[in-house]
């Protein structure tokens, strides 16, 4: 059994689901989506919303939730990476009109949630970035507030916390000020992606797991060809909702960088502990560093922590992660090691970050530690594109940001395919088009791999000089400024 990480691991009910069967014989379909991730889901329900009667399939490699829908931080956004990009080629009430469909992703999700049962624990408590840490994340939140700003984003989308307001928010080491945006709510990953498999099987789609797509064919007259190993599926659209994975189906290029990122989750907190904390209102919160990192408080009272990760020369997928809860447990039997061991390795690093941020957790376990694979898109925004001629369909590309961008983006392709004349079928990230005409490929190795270890080098160098106090200021400078160019590069 692969691991499948902390949501799944510890709800026994969604972790003991029945499997459900392989594919094994030839079918055909009105449509196959490829991926039993959020995306291929919310396409699936969309799907059988405006039509009922096309039949619709799921092949999943492995398990529903395998990929980064059963692994992520729980973020439930109304934003994605690089909306503004997409918004600033509009103007006036399109653009205005384009915001509010973003931002409107969230009460979406939550509305099919309430009207079909699906109990994912969506509190909608908004996110705090908070310059922590050190003093130069003041004046980076204050850079991006004034870019907010800029990009018409009023006090309505995200405000200013000064020290007391955000005293009461949450209790972060030298915490000063922080953003605050009302546009972000906390899922429990794992029961939104059961949530939605058991709901478009109830609409009538068939889901085949354990089922791995090895092969996609173009069969001329409106066909395609997935081979599997026990049976292929012919169908007039298909739609590779793969992510991370897509660079390993064959046929469909460098469009994505699959990237990890990696997550620490504490025992049980107590209240008292929570007292001491904050997110009393399970706002999800970031520090203001450049290190990606992301943090919820659970729904069963824990602490979720990550940060971004690393990249695989090759676009390697890496699928296990080894966490070893005897270095962060003195009670556990074999537990021997220093504590200083806790400090080393991937997950270290993050829980080294946890105790900087909240010292508070000083001796509190770390009992999980998992990851898993996100994708970056070369220009750093995501996509639905609809390649009619070839009834192919393709979204993703989201960058760590697809909670809620894969209902946005699925919803956009359904428009696309079934050619409903809609509001989100005439947006910027909406394309009836040839792939190859609107994805640019990545780079052949080793630029990607080189690329990605430097910047995250670069970006962990800068966060260490500003966390220590004797760092010089022409150092910090130095990093600020290589920082600041290499992110730039990634707008
Ligand atoms: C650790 C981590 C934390 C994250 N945190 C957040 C967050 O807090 N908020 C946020 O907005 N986003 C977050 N993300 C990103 C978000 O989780 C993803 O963007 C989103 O889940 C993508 O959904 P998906 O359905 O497109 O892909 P996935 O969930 O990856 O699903 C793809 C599925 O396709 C299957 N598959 C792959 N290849 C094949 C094949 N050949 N044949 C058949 N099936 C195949 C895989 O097994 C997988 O189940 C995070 C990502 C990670 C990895």
């Known amino acids: 059994m692969k691991e499948r990480g902390f949501w799944f691991d510890t709800e026994p009910q969604l972790n003991q689901r029945a499997v459900l069967s392989p594919l094994e014989q030839d079918i055909t379909a009105d449509v196959a989506i490829i991926g039993a991730g959020?995306?291929?889901?919310?396409?699936?329900?969309y799907l059988k919303q405006y039509q009922p009667n096309l039949s619709v399939v799921i092949l999943e490699?492995?398990?529903?939730?395998?990929?980064?829908?059963?692994?992520?931080?729980?973020?439930?956004?109304?934003?994605?990476?690089?909306?503004v990009a997409y918004l600033n080629r509009l103007e006036g009430e399109q653009r205005l009109i384009a915001k509010a469909i973003i931002q409107a992703t969230i009460s979406e999700v939550a509305t099919v949630c309430t009207k079909h049962y699906i109990d994912c624990d969506l509190h909608h408590g908004g996110n705090l970035r908070v310059a922590a840490r050190y003093p130069e994340q003041v004046a980076n939140i204050k850079a991006e507030l004034a870019?907010?700003?800029?990009?018409?984003?009023?006090?309505?989308?995200?405000?200013?916390?000064?020290?007391?307001?955000?005293?009461?928010?949450?209790?972060?080491?030298?915490?000063?000020?922080?953003?605050f945006t009302p546009h972000c709510a906390r899922i429990h990953p794992a029961k939104l992606v059961c949530g939605l498999a058991d709901l478009v099987q109830s609409l009538g789609v068939k889901i085949y797991e354990h089922t791995p797509v090895n092969h996609m064919a173009h069969l001329g007259d409106a066909?395609?060809?997935?081979?599997?190993?026990?049976?292929?599926?012919?169908?007039?659209?298909?739609?590779?909702?793969?992510?991370?994975?897509?660079r390993q189906l064959s046929g469909l290029g460098r469009f994505t960088l699959p990237v990890q990122s990696l997550l620490i989750a504490t025992e049980p907190l107590t209240d008292a502990a929570w007292d001491a904390i904050g997110l009393a209102n399970r706002a999800t919160f970031s520090d203001a560093s450049r290190i990606v990192t992301y943090g919820q408080r659970s729904p069963d009272n824990r602490l979720i922590f990550g940060a971004r990760g690393g990249y695989g020369f090759g676009a390697k997928i890496r699928t296990e992660f080894g966490f070893d809860p005897r270095l962060f447990n003195a009670k556990f039997p074999v537990y021997q090691s220093p504590p200083q061991r806790a400090f080393e390795g991937e997950f270290g690093f993050r829980y080294q970050l946890l105790l900087a941020l909240f010292p508070q957790l000083k001796g509190v376990e770390i009992t999980h530690g998992w990851g898993g694979t996100l994708a970056l898109a070369?220009?750093?925004?995501?996509?639905?594109?609809?390649?009619?001629?070839?009834?192919?369909?393709?979204?993703?590309?989201?960058?760590?940001?697809?909670?809620?961008?894969?209902?946005?983006?699925?919803?956009?392709?359904?428009?696309?395919?079934?050619?409903?004349?809609?509001?989100?079928?005439?947006?910027?990230?909406?394309?009836?088009?040839?792939?190859?005409?609107?994805?640019?490929?990545?780079?052949?190795?080793?630029?990607?791999?080189?690329?990605?270890?430097?910047?995250?080098?670069?970006?962990a160098w800068e966060d260490r000089l500003y966390s220590q106090p004797t760092s010089a200021a022409w150092q910090k400078g130095l990093a600020k400024r290589l920082a600041n160019r290499l992110e730039g590069l990634m707008s």
């Open 147 to 179: 870019q907010w700003r800029a990009d018409g984003f009023g006090e309505e989308d995200i405000r200013w916390l000064d020290k007391p307001e955000l005293d009461k928010q949450v209790s972060m080491a030298e915490g000063q000020a922080a953003l």
């Open 38 to 45: 959020y995306s291929g889901l919310w396409t699936a329900y």
């Open 223 to 246: 066909q395609t060809q997935l081979q599997t190993p026990q049976g292929n599926v012919r169908a007039a659209i298909v739609v590779p909702a793969v992510e991370g994975y897509l």
């Open 61 to 83: 490699a492995e398990c529903i939730g395998q990929g980064a829908s059963g692994r992520n931080g729980g973020w439930l956004m109304g934003s994605f990476s690089g909306d």
């Open 378 to 459: 070369r220009r750093f925004a995501p996509h639905a594109i609809f390649e009619k001629s070839l009834g192919l369909g393709l979204i993703g590309g989201y960058g760590g940001e697809g909670v809620g961008a894969a209902n946005l983006f699925a919803r956009t392709l359904v428009d696309l395919i079934l050619e409903r004349d809609t509001q989100l079928a005439s947006m910027p990230w909406a394309f009836n088009a040839p792939v190859q005409q609107v994805l640019a490929p990545w780079e052949r190795e080793p630029l990607p791999w080189l690329a990605y270890h430097g910047m995250n080098k670069i970006f």
